[in-house]
């Protein structure tokens, strides 16, 4: 898959430097995969869920959410949002 667009990983993890292994493990895996849909994706990434139209990762162990628009038959991943959990539990991601 393409990810689009890595800086947002960067910046968050450069405000929330415990974030940056987990979130390096997710690119990384992303870019070397290519999933066919949500269902092939939740095979590596159990805990990830579909809301709105968008996949919202857990990372660090729960403790971040990743959302990202997923184009499956492009082979695209869009960063969306990078939120600390109660970030991402005011819901104001939902309007993005």
Request: proline share 2%; aromatic share 14%; charged share 25%.
């Amino acid at each position: 898959m393409h990810v689009i667009a890595k800086p947002a990983l960067i910046e968050f993890w450069v405000k929330r430097p415990d974030a940056e292994s987990a979130l390096q493990a997710w690119f990384r895996t992303m870019e070397s995969e290519v999933f066919t849909d949500f269902n092939d994706l939740r095979a590596t990434f159990a805990s990830a869920d579909y809301v709105d139209g968008l996949t919202i990762f857990n990372i660090g162990g729960n403790k971040y959410r990743l959302i990202a628009a997923i184009h499956y038959n492009r082979h695209k991943v869009f960063i969306r949002a990078v939120l600390t959990h109660k970030e991402y539990d005011c819901g104001d991601w939902k309007g993005r």
